[in-house]
């Protein structure tokens, strides 16, 4: 999708949409948007090959990603963006906060490394293919339990982010 000066407007569409579905579905929920902050990240420093098979992020996409946030500030809505750490870092630590406090806690992310923090107060919801994880969802998806996906991830590699697994 373009805009009438031909700028694209494909992902600012698709993402507002999602929030403003988010929010239609959950109305009395909390909410935070978290996005990845420029440059690399400490895991970069820890393995060199993280990540680094992706080809750079569209020109068409980069130009996006500010009116994305302007939109998510002007919904009124928190934006968290941390240098040196990746979304997901950030996403855990909230959902870790959340889960000590007892909270229920919802996280939108078609992200399968997010499995790990399913528990009795964190859900994931992937938008994308309208399906919800609970503790035994992450079981019957994966065949291993939330606590387990981190190992099932390194023994069976992640080509997302470059991680080889093992033969």
Not at 45 to 67: C, F, G, N, T
Not at 68 to 74: C, W
Not at 88 to 104: E, F, N, R, S, Y
Not at 138 to 155: G, H, M, N, S, T
């Amino acid at each position: 999708l373009n805009n009438t000066k031909g700028q694209a407007t494909g992902a600012i569409k698709g993402v507002i949409n999602m929030i403003r579905s988010l929010i239609k579905q959950y109305p009395n929920s909390t909410i935070a948007v978290v996005f990845d902050a420029k440059g690399k990240t400490f895991r970069d420093d820890i393995y060199p090959d993280y990540k680094a098979h992706r080809p750079p992020m569209p020109d068409d996409l980069r130009s996006q990603i500010e009116p994305i946030h302007s939109i998510i500030r002007a919904m009124g809505l928190p934006l968290l963006v941390v240098d040196d750490v990746e979304a997901d870092d950030v996403i855990g630590t909230l959902a870790q906060q959340a889960w000590l406090q007892k909270l229920p806690t919802l996280i939108s992310t078609g992200d399968k490394d997010m499995a790990q923090l399913v528990g009795p107060y964190i859900t994931l919801v992937n938008t994308m293919s309208d399906s919800t994880y609970d503790r035994d969802g992450v079981k019957a998806k994966f065949d291993v339990w939330p606590e387990q996906i981190i190992d099932y991830l390194a023994l069976a590699g992640d080509s997302s982010d470059g991680i080889p697994g093992i033969d």
